[in-house]
């Protein structure tokens, strides 16, 4: 039996969508081959080995029980284990591979891929350069578009714009739109942190007095904003699965009754609706099949990711972002796209430990 890692919470703002997705995972696990080692990272950033219910992950109660330890994965490539501190001892336990499921920073972003890479554990799922590159909405844009496939325009503001928006936001708004006119953005555009997930600190902005604070917000998640070009269409995704081979989904839908798929609507599904497969041709499913492949490939992803892309009116495939650690909840989009190809959560699981741990 294999010990996998399952490194779940997080000192981010996605923390209570981890738990979700890490107990989707532990629970759909296959355990007479995989024995699934909990490390916990709290919201300050404590990681503590759990051996409880794994329920108590669900309902974030995990961090009070009595199994809870102190514990860390030293990056030393001798160890390949978890140190579990009991006062003055430290028991080793042997980590076979880790399933990171920290959804945005500080998981997502390519810090713990590092950690586990000089550690020489096998990371489940992408590394270290495409997690950082997918988290950066920015540097995932400019590659894809020098690749030639479709970008919304945009424009970056660094932080040392925030004190011009805080102090006179009219004045600072009015010279932003002005250079936005220039490079073709007009309202309405969105305003998104560059490196934050599951849509935290993303505004449509549709009027010139909410712009600067929408700008405000964004910095409220990251050094810099990213001011994008609203695109008309709706948006579909793609999961894909594999390395040298690899397995794509069934391509899924997203239909709004209005504004975006935000944070709330991502979860909780209020007044949008998700198609699974989508409710286009095939030839269109499987040309954004192909075009994310391509993306995937660009941006050196591994094991597992779900590209996230708009079909336009006029039949254009836009790209929008990469989910590297998509949500594992039952209901997500990443494994019920799986599910319509034919692939069971349980599979999906099963094939994504194999790609990185020999058994």
């Given at each position: 039996?294999?010990n996998?890692?399952?490194?779940?919470?997080g000192?981010?703002t996605e923390?209570?969508?981890?738990?979700?997705?890490?107990?989707?995972?532990i629970?759909?696990m296959?355990?007479?081959?995989?024995?699934?080692?909990?490390?916990?990272?709290?919201?300050?950033g404590?990681?503590?080995?759990?051996?409880?219910?794994?329920?108590?992950?669900a309902?974030?109660?995990?961090?009070?029980?009595?199994?809870?330890?102190?514990?860390?994965?030293?990056?030393?490539?001798?160890?390949?284990?978890?140190?579990?501190?009991?006062?003055?001892?430290?028991?080793?336990l042997?980590?076979?591979g880790v399933?990171?499921?920290?959804h945005?920073?500080?998981?997502?972003?390519?810090?713990?891929?590092?950690l586990?890479?000089?550690?020489?554990i096998?990371?489940i799922?992408?590394k270290?350069?495409?997690?950082?590159l997918?988290?950066n909405?920015?540097?995932?844009?400019?590659?894809?578009?020098?690749a030639?496939?479709?970008?919304?325009?945009?424009?970056?503001?660094?932080?040392?714009m925030?004190?011009?928006f805080?102090a006179?936001?009219?004045?600072?708004?009015?010279?932003l739109?002005?250079?936005?006119?220039?490079?073709?953005?007009?309202?309405?555009?969105?305003?998104?942190?560059v490196c934050?997930?599951?849509?935290?600190g993303?505004?449509?902005?549709t009027?010139?007095?909410?712009l600067a604070?929408a700008?405000?917000?964004?910095?409220?998640?990251?050094?810099?904003?990213?001011?994008?070009?609203?695109?008309d269409?709706?948006?579909?995704?793609?999961?894909?699965?594999?390395n040298?081979?690899l397995t794509?989904g069934?391509?899924?839908?997203?239909?709004?009754?209005?504004?975006f798929?935000?944070?709330?609507?991502?979860y909780?599904?209020?007044s949008?609706?998700?198609?699974?497969?989508?409710?286009i041709?095939?030839?269109?499913?499987?040309?954004?099949?192909?075009?994310?492949r391509?993306?995937?490939?660009?941006?050196?992803?591994?094991?597992?990711?779900r590209?996230?892309?708009?079909?336009?009116?006029?039949?254009?495939?836009?790209?929008?972002?990469?989910?590297?650690?998509?949500?594992?909840?039952?209901?997500?989009?990443f494994?019920?796209?799986m599910q319509?190809a034919?692939?069971?959560?349980?599979?999906?699981?099963?094939?994504?430990?194999?790609?990185?741990v020999?058994l």
């Amino acid at each position: 039996m294999k010990n996998i890692g399952i490194l779940f919470g997080g000192n981010s703002t996605e923390y209570n969508v981890s738990l979700e997705s890490a107990y989707g995972v532990i629970t759909h696990m296959d355990h007479t081959k995989y024995l699934p080692v909990l490390i916990g990272i709290t919201r300050q950033g404590q990681w503590l080995y759990f051996n409880g219910d794994p329920k108590k992950i669900a309902n974030n109660t995990w961090f009070e029980d009595a199994s809870c330890r102190r514990a860390i994965i030293p990056p030393d490539a001798a160890e390949q284990s978890l140190w579990i501190f009991e006062g003055n001892h430290i028991t080793r336990l042997a980590l076979d591979g880790v399933f990171p499921i920290l959804h945005g920073k500080n998981g997502e972003d390519g810090t713990v891929q590092g950690l586990l890479e000089m550690a020489r554990i096998p990371v489940i799922g992408c590394k270290t350069l495409s997690s950082a590159l997918c988290m950066n909405k920015d540097m995932a844009h400019r590659l894809v578009g020098a690749a030639g496939i479709r970008v919304p325009k945009s424009h970056i503001l660094d932080r040392e714009m925030l004190t011009d928006f805080s102090a006179q936001p009219e004045k600072a708004s009015d010279n932003l739109l002005n250079a936005l006119e220039n490079k073709g953005l007009t309202l309405p555009l969105f305003v998104k942190p560059v490196c934050a997930g599951s849509s935290f600190g993303i505004t449509k902005v549709t009027r010139k007095e909410d712009l600067a604070p929408a700008i405000c917000q964004a910095f409220d998640h990251d050094r810099q904003v990213i001011l994008e070009e609203n695109i008309d269409g709706f948006e579909v995704g793609c999961a894909v699965m594999g390395n040298e081979t690899l397995t794509i989904g069934d391509v899924d839908e997203i239909q709004l009754s209005g504004g975006f798929f935000d944070y709330e609507e991502k979860y909780t599904l209020k007044s949008s609706q998700i198609y699974v497969p989508a409710r286009i041709s095939r030839e269109k499913a499987n040309e954004i099949k192909a075009v994310a492949r391509r993306i995937y490939r660009i941006l050196d992803c591994r094991d597992f990711a779900r590209i996230d892309m708009f079909l336009m009116p006029s039949g254009e495939i836009c790209f929008n972002e990469v989910n590297t650690i998509p949500g594992f909840t039952p209901h997500s989009r990443f494994p019920g796209m799986m599910q319509s190809a034919g692939i069971s959560f349980e599979q999906i699981i099963d094939q994504l430990i194999q790609m990185e741990v020999s058994l």
